[in-house]
Structures are given as C-alpha cells and as structure tokens.
Nanobody
Framework: VQLQASGGGLVQAGGSLRLSCRAS???????????FNWYRQAPGNQRELVAT???????AYADSVKGRFIISRDNSKKTVYLQMNSLKPEDTAVYYC?????????????WGQGTQVTVSS
C-alpha cells in the first residue's frame, strides 16, 4: 500500500481530530516534491477536495473548511497531516489522502484507503 491513512473516529461537534497519511513506500526524494491532497466523500455525495499542500508550506483549502482545517507535512517522516478543528456534523465523511508526483514522465497518482470521520451533533 502506497499511502496509509489513519486518525479518523467519532467526535462531538466542536471537537478536533488529526488525520495522518504515511507514504511508507515512497522514496524521500519523490515524497518531498509530491503534491498531497485530502479529499472526502459523504454518503450520496461526490468526492470533494478539502485541502492541498504544495512543497513545504504552500496550501489551499475548500471554502467549507478554511480557517478550521490545517494541512501540513513532515518530510522526515514521509507523512502528511490534516488537523481538523471546530468540527461540524457536515464534516462527516470518509477522508482520503492522495499523492501526485510529477517527474520526468507522466504524473503518478496514489490513493490511501480512506478513514472514517463521524461528527455527532
């Protein structure tokens, strides 16, 4: 498995969770230049992009999570994180991490297995 996602669970509204995505099989040089995304998919909905990290610090967020979620990465651990604060019931979904690597050839894309986040009201 290229990406291993963890950290999901059940939390009350207003609470926090931190998701982790470890790219254990990625060599460090590939990991460092990869773009990582967190997506989520709620039942009956399409998968939506939640957050992206480019390089070390450049980030982008969906409007629905801006100001509440923080994406970060630790290259030494080959891990990407999604800190989720002030959670709302509408954040309930399966969260997936995604890695996109653009080397000299066609882009390579990898997906984690998904981790369930449930926010109770």
């Amino acid at each position: 498995v290229q990406l291993q996602a963890s950290g999901g669970g059940l939390v009350q509204a207003g609470g926090s969770l931190r998701l982790s995505c470890r790219a254990s099989r990625s060599i460090l040089s590939v990991f460092t230049v990869s773009v990582f995304n967190w997506y989520r998919q709620a039942p009956g909905n399409q998968r939506e992009l939640v957050a992206t990290i480019f390089g070390t610090r450049d980030t982008a967020y969906a409007d629905s999570v801006k100001g509440r979620f923080i994406i970060s990465r630790d290259n030494s651990k080959k891990t990407v994180y999604l800190q989720m604060n002030s959670l709302k019931p509408e954040d309930t979904a399966v969260y997936y991490c995604n890695q996109v690597y653009r080397g000299s050839g066609p882009p390579s894309e990898f997906w984690g297995q998904g981790t369930q986040v449930t926010v109770s009201s």
